[in-house]
């Protein structure tokens, strides 16, 4: 596997501006549709009546324009391109109460950016827990150059499917006491998995699953990977689950993985892969298998004891059978073996060429991420703070100086933690709610130390993986127990960390980050699980204030609330 030879040319990190430079154009209409994810009817939201959404294809240096058309009868929507910059379009980044209104029932927003640099990337629903209802779909980018070499590729985009509403989840959540949401019922493959029943039920020796009985072209039935022999394939793997930490492997076969967020990595050689919700991977696959066979794809869950039966394709060489593979598939990982984990974690590095994180930061922030209580609702709080997104988006009221839309006092950039105690239930459970945002200068370099700790009850501390918008981050490294300020920045990785845009915080442990304030906007950051997110886990940083302020914003992206009063009174349209 490892003869791949896939090195071109030292990379250079340049964005693309080439003369070639296309337009990618579509109208998408989002809609509630019946369908059978995983062979027992729900409901999704659908783009163009699909689920998942349409794939966007495009070229470094290309500009995509969606038009956004709202078909829902009663909710707003927006949708956020993960892991594409913005560089100049902050109001593009759609994410609601942050850079733009949600998009009225009946309404079209169009978003207009250039997809600077080639990777692996998704859009995902960003209101609400409106990603969970299934609004996702695959966004690729393409290099004009492309430095792997590889011979045929797959799109991967991983789920997790519940039976239960968005609506009536978004409800247990926000309860008092809060009802929990309980694992997913299904793990899904490009849209597809099967409830109730299995691939390779045959293997089960308990019996509890009966063979799933779909036809071929049922909502719910796998796509098999078609391959030939003695071939390269890229599969470009990413996950947009709600809740689930996942692993990936596929039997007989290793797995070289070559890019991770969008950017290119060292090359290594595994198994099988650990992703977290907002992570996306392109790894190689080489088919010298037996081609009379079939192989398994086997999906499972990781980080949180498993509830939900592994997802499961196929990939089929030319010559196989169409029957299904007659062995077991490949076995996930022990969902505890948190050692594992980060085994595979400390195995990514940049690739060559990319650029080295500045030596020194201006700024450190130290996020002490807790389980909290807020008048007996259940929250999570970064340095005991639950973020509630304003109504007045952030973008549109700091262009304005808006001064009522969200909170003027900023949260603490650390707390002194000196007698907190991260390996035990908080002392005192509650918290206060707030919309305050980090301030930043253009063009500093920011550390953020993620900081874990025990949730409310129990001896347990979960994983949180962070995702930031507008950016890519060094990761400059992980740590066990609470982070020393002073002594713990002496191990940080300046020499080749990977540049990513989500980023793993393990249980009882501390994630080190740094980014330059380069891109003038508002951005969130935050846990990307989305029940998390639900419950405040987030925090809002502000690039180039004054900026902003210069900006060519659409009126559309600034219209509701505080600001179209604003725009009202100035008598514009
Ligand atoms: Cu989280």
């Not at 349409?54 to 929507?77: F, Q």
């Not at 595994?270 to 037996?290: C, F, M, R």
């Not at 703070?385 to 650390?414: C, E, H, N, Q, W």
């Not at 500093?444 to 347990?460: E, M, R, S, T």
């Amino acid at each position: 596997m490892a003869v791949i030879v896939w090195w071109l040319l030292t990379v250079v990190v340049v964005a693309f501006h080439s003369a070639s430079a296309a337009v990618v154009e579509s109208t998408w209409e989002v809609e509630y549709k019946y369908w059978w994810p995983d062979c027992k009817e729900g409901i999704v939201m659908a783009i163009n009546g699909q689920f998942p959404g349409p794939t966007i294809d495009a070229v470094a240096g290309d500009t995509v324009i969606i038009h956004v058309v709202n078909k829902l009868s009663t909710e707003g929507v927006v949708i956020h391109w993960h892991g594409i910059r913005q560089k100049g379009t902050p109001w593009a980044d759609g994410a609601a109460g942050v850079t733009q209104c949600p998009i009225n029932p009946g309404e079209t927003f169009t978003y207009k950016f250039i997809v600077d640099k080639a990777g692996t990337h998704f859009y995902h629903g960003h209101y609400g827990m409106q990603r969970s209802s299934g609004l996702y779909g695959m966004l690729i980018v393409r290099s004009p150059k492309e430095r792997l070499i590889y011979d045929g590729e797959f799109n991967l985009l991983l789920s997790d499917w519940w039976h239960q509403s968005i609506h009536a989840q978004e409800l247990a959540l926000s309860s008092r006491p809060m009802r929990w949401i309980g694992e997913p019922q299904s793990l899904l493959i490009n849209g597809r998995g099967q409830f109730n029943c299995s691939q390779a039920a045959y293997f089960n020796k308990e019996g509890e699953k009966d063979l799933c009985t779909f036809k071929e072209n049922d909502q719910c039935a796998p796509q098999t990977l078609r391959v030939e022999p003695n071939r390269v394939y890229r599969l470009r793997i990413a996950s947009t689950t709600a809740l689930a930490s996942l692993n990936l492997a596929v039997e007989g076969h290793q797995l070289v993985v070559v890019e991770a967020d969008g950017n290119y990595v060292a090359p290594f050689t595994v198994n099988d892969i650990d992703i977290y919700s907002g992570e996306t991977y392109s790894v190689l696959l080489k088919t010298n298998a037996i081609p009379s066979k079939k192989y398994w794809i086997s999906v499972g869950v990781r980080g949180r004891e498993p509830k939900t039966p592994q997802a499961l394709t196929v990939i089929n060489y030319v010559d196989a059978t169409e029957s299904r593979p007659s062995h077991p598939p490949p076995v996930t990982p022990i969902w505890n073996d948190t050692d594992r984990s980060k085994s595979f974690s400390k195995k990514i590095f940049a690739a060559k060429g990319y650029p080295k994180p500045p030596e020194k930061s201006h700024d450190q922030l130290i996020l002490l991420n807790t389980q909290n209580l807020y008048e007996d609702y259940t929250k999570w709080s970064i340095n005991n703070v639950s973020l509630s997104v304003p109504v007045t988006p952030y973008l549109g009221s700091i262009r304005y100086g808006l001064k009522s839309a969200y909170d003027l006092k900023s949260p603490a950039k650390k707390l002194i933690m000196d007698n907190y105690d991260i390996m035990k239930p908080p002392p005192n459970p509650n918290t206060t709610k707030g919309s305050g945002i980090y301030n930043f200068a253009f063009g500093i370099v920011v550390d953020v130390i993620l900081q874990n700790a025990n949730v409310l009850k129990g001896v347990i501390s979960e994983i949180h993986p962070w995702h930031i918008h507008g950016h890519d981050f060094w990761v400059l490294g992980y740590g066990e127990g609470k982070f020393k300020p002073g002594i713990d920045e002496k191990t940080f990785n300046l020499k080749n960390p990977p540049l990513r845009n989500t980023v793993v915080l393990y249980p009882f442990g501390w994630t080190a980050i740094r980014f330059v304030t380069d891109n003038p906007g508002v951005w969130f950051f935050h846990c990307h699980i989305e029940p998390h997110l639900h419950m405040g886990m987030g925090v809002v940083f502000v690039e180039g204030v004054d900026r902003i302020g210069k900006m060519e914003i659409p009126d559309e992206a600034l219209g509701c609330g505080l600001t179209r009063k604003w725009l009202m009174n100035r008598g514009r349209p």
